[in-house]
């Protein structure tokens, strides 16, 4: 059975720390690692992985996969209050269509 | 248009009800998901379309039966539902399946309450 694991699955952070969000998967025949951003309602797409140590950025989030060790990350920079949301990370495997999700970061970032 | 549209944002139904959710994009995408969110948990998908015939069905309760009338629209029909099939119900599109993998279109969701 495809799994997704992250952690931690809190953080509580002031505005301007950094924080690293980890994602490790375990699916059958994989094809790409995904992260969203799950403020009230739907998840917001950030980014879409498919190879090696190539990294993503978009402002102060990156994001980057490690195919060999089944896992991946995302960065924040100087973080922000609007950043507070769940992150989640998920992974596409042998079933076409289907993403599995990993339960998500609570992240919470004070003023 | 670049967004996926779903009716009603919120629902409480009665276990006895029937009622639908609707889903409707005009990216001209192919493939239409169901997703059903518990509090505090991550999406756990309940249906694939493929060009309007269904893919997917991650063996849910038939109370739940999807309907793709056409490639825009996506209904699903509730009927005899629990309490515990309260939760959050995300529509999601992409350009096909194969690539429902590069960043599916979320919609807003609708927040279920079975009563």
């Known amino acids: 059975e495809d799994k997704v694991v992250q952690s931690p699955l809190s953080l509580v952070v002031h505005e301007g720390d950094t924080v690293t969000l980890n994602c490790s998967y375990e699916?059958?025949?994989?094809?790409?690692l995904l992260w969203y951003k799950q403020e009230k309602k739907a998840p917001t797409f950030l980014f879409m992985l498919?190879?090696?140590?190539i990294e993503k950025k978009s402002g102060r989030l990156s994001s980057i996969l490690d195919k060999k060790e089944l896992f991946s990350i995302l960065n924040i920079t100087a973080t922000q209050t609007g950043d507070s949301a769940v992150y989640l990370c998920?992974?596409?495997?042998?079933?076409?269509?289907?993403?599995?999700f990993g339960q998500g970061t609570i992240l919470t970032v004070h003023p | 248009d670049t967004e996926v549209t779903q009716t009603p944002k919120h629902l409480v139904m009665g276990m006895t009800n029937k009622k639908s959710l609707k889903c409707e994009q005009h990216?001209?995408?192919?493939?239409m998901y169901w997703y059903k969110q518990k509090a505090k948990k991550p999406p756990e998908l309940m249906f694939v379309?493929?060009?309007?015939?269904?893919?997917i069905n991650e063996s849910v309760p038939s109370r739940f039966s999807p309907e793709c009338p056409n490639s825009s629209l996506l209904n699903l029909h509730l009927h005899a539902l629990q309490p515990e099939d309260s939760a959050l119900y995300l529509c999601?599109?992409?350009?096909?399946?194969?690539?429902?993998?590069?960043?599916?279109?979320f919609g807003s969701g609708t927040r279920l309450t079975v009563v």
């Open positions: 379309y493929s060009y309007e015939k269904l893919s």
């Open positions: 699916v059958t025949n994989f094809r790409s």
């Open positions: 498919t190879s090696s140590g």
């Open positions: 999601a599109s992409s350009q096909e399946v194969g690539q429902g993998d590069y960043g599916y279109t």
């Open positions: 998920a992974a596409g495997g042998t079933s076409y269509g289907k993403l599995t």
């Open positions: 990216m001209g995408h192919r493939a």
